[in-house]
């Protein structure tokens, strides 16, 4: 049994074949009889062995390695910010990035995965779907490197790059308090994901703190898109006590909020995360806004893919768990994706989820 990464030697050894034989076989090379390179194929396949395609990269020129880069989907502006910012990471090392969209979906993001990792990948980026990943144990033994952005994995150890969300939403919602709300509406796209769970989390402790009541009727986590939230604030404004505020925990619902409180002639302060590019919230901007930084968690996953990938097999270190500050904006702001990698020079801090 081979432990950790298995090596061009632990093929060359099951193969019963010398370290050059092996090397040949295995690049297709001319004066290997087809016996042989298919005892070295079958060792390989059987032991797990990926080339350190890096190294060879950085020492030889030679072809790019692949990476394989999963999301929810692509159509989301928070989400196809994180591509672009792995690609700034990869593109300059050579390294082709293929990119998939599992839409929140596990068993599609299990069938991606295993596509990804037939065609052979040196790393998967991940902003995983819900549910457990633990079929990717054997392949992380195996020497994939696996990074997750955004949400760790569930069932696996892997390198985890995310906000402290609890503490951006609870401040968030701590500032309309302070304004003077004290029924505050929370909406939310999808309770199964982890990042919801832990604003709606953040939102629960600043009504503790402040010694309000939690209102079930107030909260809505499973609004699905804006159109969605946009028909549950209307039905929130229509109660007798209505709300006097919202706490939008996902842009989408921040954006049907804003639309629904201008059909119904209304301006209630808003706090939502991640505004990017949505217009709604350009034109009504939302009083508080909380930034992930899709372009720093694509940075910093990228750059943590490349550590990885360059350590030598038998050398790879505990996984890390690094949780970066949430950003704050207030009111009128205009995002800048610069400014949020800039703050990368600020040191995150490094936990265990």
């Known amino acids: 049994m081979v432990s950790g990464r298995p090596t061009l030697a ?3 050894r099951r193969a019963g074949v010398s370290l050059k034989t092996a090397s040949r076989a295995l690049n297709d090379e001319y004066g ?3 016996s042989t390179a298919t005892r070295v194929r079958e060792a390989a396949r059987a032991l797990g062995f990926r080339p350190n395609h890096l190294a060879r990269l950085l020492a030889a020129g030679g072809a790019s390695a692949a990476v394989g880069l999963l999301i929810s989907s692509v159509a989301d502006p928070f989400l196809a910010a994180v ?3 792995v690609e700034q990471i990869m593109a300059p090392r050579g390294l082709h990035l293929m990119t998939a969209s599992h839409h929140d979906d596990p068993e599609r993001q299990r069938q991606i995965v295993r596509t990804l ?6 790393a998967l980026i991940l902003v995983p779907a819900p549910g457990d990943a633990h079929y990717l144990a054997s392949e992380i033994d195996h020497g994939l490197v696996v990074i997750s952005l955004d949400r760790p994995l569930e069932g696996v150890d892997v390198d985890t790059v995310v906000v402290d969300n609890i503490a951006g939403a609870e401040q968030a919602v701590s500032r309309l308090i302070a304004r003077g709300h004290r029924r505050i509406a929370a909406l939310g796209d999808d309770s199964r994901l982890w990042t919801l769970r832990q604003r709606h989390e953040g939102y629960r402790r600043a009504l503790e703190a402040a010694g309000l009541p939690y209102d079930e009727r107030l909260v809505m986590l499973d609004c699905t898109d804006a159109a969605g939230a946009e028909r549950v604030v209307h039905g929130l404004l229509a109660l007798p006590d209505a709300p006097t505020a919202v706490f939008a925990a996902q ?3 921040g954006r049907g909020a804003v639309r629904a409180m201008q059909h119904a002639g209304c301006s209630l302060d808003v706090a939502a995360f991640d505004e990017v590019v949505d217009t709604d919230l350009l034109v009504s901007p939302p009083l508080v806004v909380v930034a992930s930084g899709p372009d720093r968690l694509g940075h910093l996953g990228g750059r943590m893919a490349i550590e990885r990938l360059g350590e030598s097999a038998g050398r790879r270190q505990p996984a ?6 949430p ?3 207030d009111q009128g702001q205009v995002y800048q994706p610069q400014a949020v990698v800039d703050s990368l020079t600020r040191p995150p801090v490094e936990v265990t989820l």
């Open 251 to 253: 842009h989408m619902t």
């Open 32 to 34: 290997v009889a087809e």
């Open 10 to 12: 632990d093929v060359a």
């Open 320 to 325: 890390r768990t690094v949780v970066l500050p």
């Open 327 to 329: 950003l704050f904006l």
């Open 83 to 85: 591509v672009g910012a």
């Open 117 to 122: 990792v037939e065609r052979r990948v040196d």
